[in-house]
């Protein structure tokens, strides 16, 4: 029975899965699927998947004993004219947990995204207990009830104090049996993302919300591949800051942009806490492609070609549309840098333009398919 529940559970999670993939680019831009983002799992709304339901007899015979016309409704209130019901089929909508890691795998999938190899030495290591075996003592809430019920029958059938007709099995102390750990020591494989904003005036709250949506599914892809993620969050409009998740994807300026002061930002933060040795080292700049002038942009490729690229494993730029920004940085960026500053691995440098919700499938998958 167990193995028949356990079936149907598999192959209902495979329905859910062909589903999410079918309708992916859909997810990627719905806002409520963050909402909806709990500890390791988020709650997606599906429609058109059956819900069990009981199924009665034919009930055509009439109704039965007790008050009551024929054609009645049974448990339903008259309905007058005004009363009535539509009469197109509803939407079934379900809501089914799913963790961030199968949701991540199935984007991999659809994308057709290679994994990650984290790079460095894992100097970083992690201590878990693992359950490896049994012993005759531990504590009451590790003890095995089914080994200590075998050990209990093989006693008896070797002292010939089993009887078939009355099959009374009493485990004693000596048979008693719970699980055993042992410590593990695991290199752990720690990665840093960095994300950079402007907050200038020119990025009001439809192109925070791409970034917000965008920077959601990045989070969750380089968290499929690595144990150890921090997050860090940088603001800028002509002088740069770092502030929580929350500020991040809320505060708003009305100041000019000045890119650099977001770039020294970064490299100083990497400087104090994240060494390239022990960390792999993602940075995401996300902007409307205005800046102050030619100097800064000038200055901004040389702290990307001095600094930043040569210690990060990717830099990704995502220009992000709009009606007051000159998009000319992205301009910038490719005639500084022809081949992404490529290295064995492929380009380190990759940008990409998200005009619309439509555009964020695109994106992510030129973020990631070097697999960098």
Known sequence: MVNKIEQDHQRFRQIV???????????????ELIAREGRKAVSVPLHDIDIPTFRYGDNSAGVG?????????VGQPGQGKEGRGGEAEGQHLLEVDVSLDELADILAEELELPRIKPKG???????KDKYTGLRPVGPQSLRVFKRSYREALKRQLAMGQ???????VIPIKDDLRYRAWNEIKKPQSNAVIVYMMDVSGSMGDEQK?????EAFWIDTWLRRNYEGIESRYIVHDVRAGEVDKKTFFS???DGGTRISSAYQCAKELLDHHYAPADWNIYLFHFSDGDNSSDADNRLCVRVLKEQLLPNC??????QVASAYGSGSFINVLHEAFPDGAADESGPKLVTSKVGSRDDLFESLKTFFKAGR
């Open 17 to 31: 899965r062909g589903k999410i993939r079918k309708d992916l680019r859909k997810f990627l831009s719905r806002g």
């Open 65 to 73: 004993m007790g008050e009551g016309e024929e054609g009645e409704g």
């Open 121 to 127: 030495e894992h100097r970083i290591t992690t201590v």
């Open 162 to 168: 089993y009887d078939p007709e009355n099959p009374v």
């Open 209 to 213: 919300e791409l970034v917000r949506l």
């Open 251 to 253: 505060v708003r300026e």
């Open 313 to 318: 494993n990717m830099f990704g730029y995502c």
